[in-house]
């Protein structure tokens, strides 16, 4: 079964920074366009970043927009999401997410349409 492996997360004051890491089962990242989307309380999920196969397309939302950094090591199988600068807003469940490249190898879009998914994991900013 191909789908994302999850870790990382947890809990942080105001102010702190966590890295998420999601690697693959049964298929390569560097074939893949890849994502990440959190699902805050109250509300849907929602796209924060994503990244084209070729790397050449990145994308945030304009609320993690120079705080957040998604990378991808292809050597490692590996996606990444820096964060920092935490605001108790940022509290949620974040998910991997990766697909073929459907639409180009230029091309990453932030909707809830992804092929394949991580199991998710919870970040909590609180003091």
């Known amino acids: 079964q191909l789908h994302l492996v999850q870790s990382g997360g947890g809990w942080v004051q105001p102010g702190g920074s966590l890295r998420l890491s999601c690697s693959t089962a049964?298929?390569?990242?560097?074939?893949?366009?890849i994502a990440w989307l959190r699902q805050v309380p109250g509300k849907e999920r929602e796209g924060i970043s994503c990244?084209?196969?070729?790397?050449?397309?990145?994308r945030y939302d304009e609320s993690v927009k120079g705080r957040f950094a998604i990378s991808r090591d292809n050597a490692r199988n590996t996606m990444y999401l820096q964060m920092n600068n935490l605001k108790p807003e940022d509290t949620g469940i974040y998910y991997c997410?990766?697909?073929?490249?459907?639409?180009?190898?230029?091309?990453?879009?932030?909707?809830?349409?992804?092929?394949?998914w991580g199991q998710g994991t919870q970040v909590t900013v609180s003091s």
């Open positions: 049964g298929f390569t990242l560097a074939n893949v366009a």
């Open positions: 997410a990766a697909e073929k490249p459907f639409y180009g190898d230029t091309f990453c879009h932030q909707t809830d349409t992804y092929e394949y």
């Open positions: 990244m084209s196969t070729n790397n050449e397309t990145i």
